[in-house]
């Protein structure tokens, strides 16, 4: 079989597949998190302009954006998606190099709310799409990472098979829709490398492509069963020939929802174990900048070629600069939302520390990626001490997972601001209880 029909077998399998009460929480706590995600981003660029380009498919349709207008469900799923990649907070499946949340649970959201669905089939929905789409990415590769922004190529495809659960779609027209889904992947990591408002639209436009291909798939809309596999295919085009061979091995029984990394600081997240390092380097020496000589950060390649900005000059070159979040974590304690506040921005403290960091892959921790995240911080201070903090893994992996009160916390946090903190710990409640909600 091609991987499309080993994906619709399985597909049509787990229609009857009861889920763990342990697979359920780990779908809410995703859904939580893209909520953390979706709300700050809301307000940003390049959100306030996609709302007015989708004004003929806004206050109609029975789907809803995240500031509670009524949408089509293809704009919604499309506005939802990038706003929850937009403020770069949300979750990430690490060996598939890859932010599964903000297309995989818009496209679920926006399907559900169109076939009136409820609660828990939606989480049955975005489960399916998590687990369909990481290990697509995971087979991909690094090779596929090398050029492409997975958050939109492999994110179509978990907006596509979170659709088509949503839509009940039978296991071929299951295999169709993800055979559609892959002539739309698109996203080059080019678009975020200089200053850029395109980032954010490569999940929105996952989201869109994955429900339009399960949409299109629910009316016949056939696909080429061999486009992951065949010799012109994904596999070929966009990595190095993979093997698919073994693509749908542990589906089932192996839940990849249930090892998310969830971010703990506001970023690039191949900058966090350099944060947590420098972090913990601070705590532990109680070291104060004035002392502080040179910084050394080595890690692995990628990390450097994505956060690349030695010297930002707007907050979206700073969320991708590991020059500034080690500077900011060591004079301020935290790389939060306040961290890209303009005053922050342009701290001389920070700009005069960041000058004496110096960063440099580590061959041996480059090898471990992607399935280690790790990174070495060295502080030589101005009494030639040196401090070194080895972080294998960073703080919200699955090794080092954030804790329900800190999802939580981090919740709300990031969604009070915008609604109010009644608001916010009310639908808090009701997340936490999605799989009893009788419509979303």
């Not at 660029?45 to 206050?59: F, G, H, I, K, S």
């Not at 705590?283 to 900005?309: F, M, Q, S």
Request: aromatic content about 6%; glycine content about 8%.
């Amino acid at each position: 079989m091609h991987a499309t029909e080993v994906f619709g077998n399985y597909a049509e399998q787990y229609k009857k597949q009861v889920l763990s009460a342990e697979v359920i929480h780990h779908a809410k706590r995703a859904v939580i998190d893209w909520h953390a995600s979706l709300f700050p981003g809301l307000s940003t660029a390049p959100l306030r302009q996609l709302e007015q380009v989708l004004a003929d498919d806004l206050d109609r349709g029975r789907a809803r954006l995240g500031n509670g207008r009524a949408a089509t469900a293809r704009a919604a799923a499309l506005f939802n998606g990038a706003a929850a990649h937009a403020a770069e907070i949300d979750d990430s499946f690490r060996d598939a190099m890859y932010h599964p949340g903000a297309a995989t649970i818009a496209a679920a959201l926006a399907a559900s709310q169109d076939a009136g669905a409820d609660g828990l089939s939606f989480l049955r929905a975005l489960i399916l799409g998590y687990e369909v789409s990481t290990r697509i990415g995971v087979v991909m590769g690094r090779p596929h990472y090398r050029y492409w922004h997975n958050t939109g190529t492999v994110g179509s495809f978990g907006a596509a098979a979170a659709a088509a659960s949503a839509l009940g779609l039978d296991g071929m027209s299951f295999a169709n829709a993800l055979a559609t889904a892959a002539t739309f992947t698109a996203g080059l990591q080019q678009a975020f490398r200089m200053d850029s408002m395109s980032k954010p639209l490569h999940a929105g436009r996952a989201a869109e492509a994955g429900l339009l291909a399960a949409q299109l798939a629910a009316q016949g809309v056939k696909g080429a069963p061999d486009v992951l596999d065949g010799e012109a295919g994904l596999g070929q085009a966009m990595s190095d020939g993979p093997d698919w061979s073994r693509v749908g091995d542990t589906l089932g029984t192996d839940f990849h929802i249930t090892r998310l990394t969830f971010k703990n600081h506001i970023g690039c997240g191949h900058a966090f174990a350099s944060i947590d390092a420098a972090l913990a380097l601070r705590e532990k020496h109680g070291l104060k900048v004035r002392d502080i000589a040179r910084v050394l950060v080595e890690t692995y390649k990628p990390a450097l070629d994505i956060a690349c900005y030695e010297n930002p000059g707007n907050a979206n070159e700073a969320r991708f600069s590991m020059h500034y979040v080690v500077a900011t974590a060591l004079v301020r304690g935290s790389v939060r939302l306040a961290a890209y506040e303009p005053a922050q921005l342009e701290d001389p403290v920070i700009r005069k520390l960041m000058e004496r960091i110096e960063v440099r892959v580590d061959p041996e921790i480059d090898a471990a990626f992607p399935g280690k995240r790790s990174a070495r911080v060295e502080v030589l201070t101005l009494g030639g001490e040196r401090l070194i903090h080895m972080q294998p893994d960073r703080k919200g992996d699955p090794e080092l997972p954030l804790s329900d009160t800190e999802l939580e916390e981090k919740f709300l946090e990031l969604v009070s601001p915008v609604v109010g903190d009644d608001q916010a710990r009310a639908m808090l409640g009701r997340l936490w209880s999605l799989e009893s909600a009788r419509s979303m």
